[in-house]
């Protein structure tokens, strides 16, 4: 068995301060206070010390991976164990290939194919819970 764990970032990756600070405290009313959510970039961590998730590009798979709670692009928020899978390092390498080919950059959706739903989709492959309703409001 080997722990499921989701990583949390505040999605704070634009060139404004202001809004930057205003997704914070969205994030901050919306999440911490009501429970319904937020604006959020997630990735999941089995084996290893990578964290895999998925955004746009214009060519190529949109799978990408960098070290646990460290994605430059976003401020880090939370872990949250989502399980344990029974599944091998190389039963979990093989779903990582199978969704590197399914999950094509160029096909992102900010509302119906985000990095959220393929935690999801991640997640499910593993055996484990799908990603919290709270953390999984919009990117």
């Known amino acids: 068995m080997k722990k499921v764990i989701l990583h949390v970032y ?5 060139d404004s301060e202001k809004t930057n600070n205003t997704i914070l405290q969205i994030n901050r009313i919306f999440k911490d206070r009501i429970g319904i959510g937020g604006i959020f970039h997630s990735a999941i961590q089995v084996y290893g010390d990578e964290e895999w998730s998925f955004g746009y590009c214009e060519n190529g798979s949109g799978v990408f991976n960098c070290p646990p709670t460290q994605n430059p692009m976003y401020t880090y928020r939370e872990s949250i164990i989502l399980g344990e899978t029974d599944f091998t390092n190389y039963i979990v390498n093989q779903i990582l290939r199978e969704l590197i080919r399914e ?4 096909s992102y959706d900010l509302l119906s194919r985000n990095c959220n739903h393929f935690c999801d989709v991640f997640s499910e492959r593993l055996g484990v819970l799908k990603l919290p309703g709270d953390t999984k409001l919009l990117v």
């Not at 999950?103 to 160029?106: K, Y």
Request: proline share 0%.
């Open 103 to 106: 999950w094509v950059g160029s």
């Open 10 to 14: 505040d999605v704070t990756n634009t």
